[in-house]
């Protein structure tokens, strides 16, 4: 069964840190693309990040640039490490391959994870 799995959100405090972590199950994405995008409540998805298959090349949102680093490493894991946080990151956090990954036919994303910044 093919899963993304992502981790690492929370409640943090404005100007805090996290660490988003984003992994695979029974595949590899290694020879993919790999975004980031987040949904607040009552709003659509938005592109947060994406990263090319070396790492070598990033990109980011203006809302976070500057304040966020996208990165993989050979574990086949995806990374989102996020600073000085502000309460408009809320949001559940998701990651995908770079087009959307499709399973049986239809669009596929995990359960995302959970990012609460607030005092």
């Known amino acids: 069964q093919v899963q993304l799995v992502e981790s690492g959100g929370g409640l943090v405090q404005p100007g805090g840190s996290l660490r988003l972590s984003c992994a695979a199950s029974g595949f590899t994405f290694k020879g993919d693309w790999m975004i980031w995008v987040r949904q607040a409540p009552g709003k659509g998805l938005e592109w947060v990040s994406h990263i090319d298959t070396s790492g070598g090349s990033t990109h980011y949102a203006d809302s976070i640039k500057d304040r966020s680093i996208i990165s993989r490493d050979n574990a086949n894991i995806v990374y989102l490490q996020m600073y000085s946080l502000k309460p408009e990151d809320t949001a559940v956090y998701y990651c995908?391959?770079?087009?959307?990954?499709?399973?049986?036919?239809?669009?596929?994303w995990g359960q995302g994870t959970q990012v609460t910044v607030s005092s």
């Open positions: 995908n391959t770079v087009p959307t990954m499709r399973v049986n036919g239809y669009d596929y």
